[in-house]
């Protein structure tokens, strides 16, 4: 089975753009979570996501949302790119969306801003 | 809130030789799951080992183990017979079991493990 598939892989925008990242988790997992990782830090939670419903919310500002489609694949969306927004944003996909649930990741996207 | 601290920013072992990464967390729930992740140059996260709360025995992988002390909120992880293949950045992360909380991940700062042959 295909793991966690994050597009695209790398991306250059100015500030002031918008951005779309997408996440397709691993057949049968019903939880996308998004986290930022800054350079040389730990990744920070921004989103979960399961059953298409909004589980949790990280401390990030209103510029960034996300959504889950019906195939459970996932966008993160952020508007207004300032120049920290540069970093490493990964997927995490899980069967279902409680603690208990291994989470796998994929290989990020990594965001650079101009 | 949650915190999950690492204190060894770097580790330098010897191939073949033992190597101990420190991880301390900061929490008032009595239940939880740690992780540890590890996360090579490739980029993407993988998990290493995982230890629940509740359960006394510490968890082993293969060449990866950990000692859990809940009462000093303690939780390391030892890797034996250390391999060129596991020079890497390892991340400690702590998950509440809450099913309303979800499963977010609090990650901490990491340890970049070097491997010497």
């Known amino acids: 089975d295909a793991g966690v598939t994050q597009s695209p892989t790398h991306l250059i925008k100015t500030r002031g753009q918008h951005v779309t990242l997408r996440c397709s988790p691993i057949s049968g997992h019903k939880s996308v979570s998004w986290y930022q990782q800054v350079l040389g830090q730990g990744p920070q939670f921004i989103f979960q996501y399961y059953e298409k419903e909004e589980r949790g919310r990280g401390n990030f500002p209103d510029r960034f949302s996300a959504r889950q489609f019906p195939n459970y694949s996932s966008e993160l969306n952020v508007n207004a790119l300032l120049l920290g927004d540069s970093a490493l944003y990964l997927c995490?996909?899980?069967?279902?969306?409680?603690?208990?649930?291994?989470?796998?990741f994929g290989d990020g996207t990594r965001l650079s801003i101009l | 809130a949650q915190t999950v601290t690492q204190s060894q920013p770097e580790m330098s072992v010897q191939e073949a030789e033992t190597v101990t990464l420190s991880c301390t967390y900061d929490?008032?729930?009595?239940?939880?799951?740690l992780f540890w992740y590890k996360q090579p140059p490739s980029r993407q996260m993988i998990l290493v080992i995982r230890q629940e709360a509740y359960k006394q025995q510490n968890a082993t992988e293969n060449r990866f183990s950990v000692n859990f002390q809940k009462a000093a909120k303690s939780f390391s992880l030892k890797i034996s017979d250390s391999q060129l293949g596991d020079a890497a950045m390892y991340f400690c992360a702590y998950t509440s079991p809450i099913k309303a909380a979800g499963n977010k991940l609090t990650f901490g700062g990491g340890t970049r493990v070097l491997v010497k042959p």
């Open positions: 929490t008032s729930e009595s239940d939880y799951y």
């Open positions: 995490a996909s899980s069967r279902a969306g409680g603690g208990d649930q291994p989470q796998h």
